[in-house]
């Protein structure tokens, strides 16, 4: 009923800049916090990045000042545009979002995307 899809990853030399996007789609009441989590092969992952609705963001202390999220509530979309991209930066990125939907408006369920691919050449 609903889905996450994340888009805007590819290969980028170091110093460059992607923008991630993650459209939200189906039976929405209402999406509550949004964020960008990473992983790599072994390790665990990690929240990148995490915005709530008024637009008060929160940022892992490797990505920030380069990193930036941001949402439009009414397209129910969430961005992460990643700018002097490192190496350390390659990962599958996810997207997560708290959503309510239409016929359960009381609670925010927890939706994942199924990740996009960024890789950052030295």
């Known amino acids: 009923q609903v889905q996450l899809v994340e888009s805007g990853g590819g290969l980028v030399q170091a110093g460059g800049s992607l923008r991630l996007s993650c459209a939200a789609s189906g039976s929405i009441f209402r999406t509550d916090d949004m964020g960008w989590y990473r992983q790599v092969p072994g390790k665990q992952r990690e929240l990148v990045a995490t915005?709530?609705?008024?637009?008060?963001?929160n940022y892992v202390d490797s990505v920030q000042g380069r990193f930036t999220i941001s949402r439009d509530n009414a397209k129910n979309t969430v961005y992460l545009q990643m700018n002097s991209l490192k190496p350390e930066d390659t990962a599958v990125y996810y997207c997560n979002a708290g959503i309510r939907i239409t016929g359960m408006p009381l609670i925010a369920n927890d939706y994942w995307g199924q990740g996009t691919h960024v890789t950052v050449s030295s």
């Open positions: 915005i709530t609705r008024s637009g008060d963001t």
